[in-house]
């Protein structure tokens, strides 16, 4: 796939490398990946909005080169969610045998995810962290809904208990719906079991209350990052930074949801090492030259380089980036214990449409008074 390709060289990974991530990318897609772009999506997929079963991410640090992500669905357009998670278990443990990879984390948990009548919109979906040397590291994406909705907290918290993750469950903050859980397989100093929660009409102030971590993030390193990436207005922006007072206004994100992550290593206090959120810009954005800008802001404000940012956009498409708007999905801002923070930025593949700009200033947002609706689904 030339856009794996020409990310990688983007990423500053080197030919070989490129080439068995392209590689791999393909077998793990199976015959979708050979299947014209001109005849229809596969499957209606929930990983991205045109229904590509790919999606790429980079992530930065202060300091080198960032890390170039792919996010896939293997199952897609196996028929059905029960056929497409068979499917998406078998490309799982193929790749794990190929690199060595244990699989103990899903093999414990597999009943609870793949019932015989899986509901959507999702069954399994892996990343994978395309590091130098061609060895990547693996994510496996779950859903805590496979048994019904009603069924998702009883699951996230009998996986986590199975996991050693015992009181894991009970530090989660609220949230509107458990979205993922996700489990680090291969060799990671400190594989991560993630849960993942949707929260609607967010506001800023009650973004930077969704942190579990002991000692961090401050409320202010939230708080600014949700603004920039969501672009609120300055004004309202210093007042959502008061939000300790309930009283004082602030607005709130009412379209797509505002995601959280929640990351748990040790076992010791029952409390997460890792917290992430990630703000879909491309429902708060006109276009993606204003997400594009977002992002790049936020990279700056955290001393990362945005010049790779800037790259891999140009690598993955020739559109101008004000000429649609969904290439850049989210923006993300993770903290890890004892770890400086990331960013993270997730790019669409858009093999099969592109979103047109929107017509309207994007950045709508209502005041506490104004809200209460759901949000967009
Ligand atoms: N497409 C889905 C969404 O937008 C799932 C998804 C894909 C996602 N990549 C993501 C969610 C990155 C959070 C972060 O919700």
Known sequence: MRQVLRLCEAAGLDGADSAAYARTVLAALGPVADRPLDLPPPDDSFLS???????FSLSFTPQGDPTLRVLL?????????????????????????????????????????FPPDPQGPLALWCALELLPGGVPKLKVYLNPAASGQERSAGTVREALRRLGHHRAFASLPDGDRHLFLALDLGAWEEPRVKVYLAHHDLSAG??????????????????????????????????????????????????????????????????????????????????????????????????????????????????RPEDGVGLIAYVGLAHHQGRPPRVTVYLSSEAYEVRKPAPAPAARTTSVAGSGGPGPS
């Open 73 to 113: 669905e293997p199952g897609c357009g196996a028929g059905d969610m029960a056929r497409n998670g068979r499917a998406g278990l078998r490309v799982v443990r193929e790749m794990a045998r190929r690199w060595g990879f244990g699989t103990r984390p899903l093999d414990e948990v597999e009943d609870l995810f």
């Open 49 to 55: 909005d045109d229904h590509t079963p790919v999606e």
């Open 206 to 319: 009650e973004a930077a209350g969704l942190s579990r971590l002991d000692g961090g993030p401050g409320r202010r390193a939230v708080t600014s990052f949700f603004h920039t990436a969501a672009a609120l207005p300055e004004a309202d922006a210093a007042a959502g930074t008061d939000a300790l007072d309930p009283a004082a206004p602030d607005l709130r994100l009412d379209r797509r949801p505002v995601q959280s992550c929640h990351a748990f290593t040790g076992t010791a206090t029952g409390r997460p090492s890792g917290f992430t959120l990630y703000v879909p810009v491309r429902d708060y954005a006109a276009h993606d030259g204003e997400a594009l800008d977002r992002a790049v802001s936020v990279l700056r404000d955290h001393g990362m380089d945005p010049v790779p940012l800037v790259r891999s956009v140009s690598a993955l498409t020739s559109r």
